[in-house]
T-cell receptor, first 111, second 113 residues
Framework: DTAVSQTPKYLVTQMGNDKSIKCEQN?????MYWYKQDSKKFLKIMFS???????INETVPNRFSPKSPDKAHLNLHINSLELGDSAVYFC??????????FGQGTRLTVV | EDKVVQSPLSLVVHEGDTVTLNCSYE??????LLWYKQEKKAPTFLFML????IEKKSGRLSSILDKKELFSILNITATQTGDSAVYLCAARNYGGSQGNLIFGKGTKLSVKP
């Protein structure tokens, strides 16, 4: 059983489209995250979320929005995709002050 | 602004060498320091350090935290080609409900046979 799973693994889409990436964790964790990893391998926090609080990195464009239907899921919606959105997006989850477990990543390519 | 700085950014060694990777941090409300290894896909967890001066060890890897000087090191002894990866350091703060992980840019380690 995969602890943190993301779908799809690869996503190629045209500029201007709207897309979603799904994330599910079966670890019973309270907090989930979205990270963006650029071509230089720099991992940058986008959002952290638990059932009480959404923390948004203020540098993230409002075209990006997380949606959490329940504690085990945190999906990422992206509107009006731009070339600069091309990156690998990682979902992660953690328990109370434990290490974060990462999904396998979604490689998004905007053409 | 919170930041984590790793050095060197890249390193090439030969099998059997010992390497030391550095991580310094400036994070408000610091709680812990984590090390991850990233090969082709997801970062995988190595260590979490909360207390100063207590070494954590796993096989050939070890790590220690200095909260006074605000840095951590990751040591790998008798390196093998399978150690080739990007090593990521992350500082966790008390922000939000469980804090965020603020990552450095990583050290790319290449181990040659």
């Amino acid at each position: 059983d995969t602890a943190v799973s993301q779908t799809p693994k690869y996503l190629v889409t045209q500029m201007g489209n709207d897309k979603s990436i799904k994330c599910e964790q079966n670890l019973g964790h309270d907090t989930m995250y979205w990270y963006k990893q650029d071509s230089k391998k720099f991992l940058k926090i986008m959002f952290s979320y638990n059932n009480k609080e959404l923390i948004i990195n203020e540098t993230v464009p409002n075209r990006f929005s997380p949606k959490s239907p329940d504690k085990a899921h945190l999906n990422l919606h992206i509107n009006s995709l731009e070339l600069g959105d091309s990156a690998v997006y990682f979902c992660a989850s953690s328990g109370l002050w434990t290490e974060a477990f990462f999904g396998q990543g979604t490689r998004l390519t905007v053409v | 602004e919170d930041k984590v700085v790793q050095s060197p950014l890249s390193l090439v060694v030969h099998e059997g060498d010992t390497v030391t990777l550095n991580c310094s941090y400036e994070v408000t409300n610091f709680r812990s320091l984590l090390w991850y290894k990233q090969e082709k896909k997801a970062p995988t967890f190595l260590f979490m350090l909360t207390s100063s001066g207590i070494e954590k060890k796993s096989g050939r890897l070890s790590s220690i935290l200095d909260k006074k000087e605000l840095f951590s090191i990751l040591n790998i002894t008798a390196t093998q080609t399978g150690d080739s990866a990007v090593y990521l350091c992350a500082a966790r703060n008390y922000g939000g409900s469980q804090g965020n992980l603020i990552f450095g840019k990583g050290t790319k380690l290449s181990v040659k046979p």
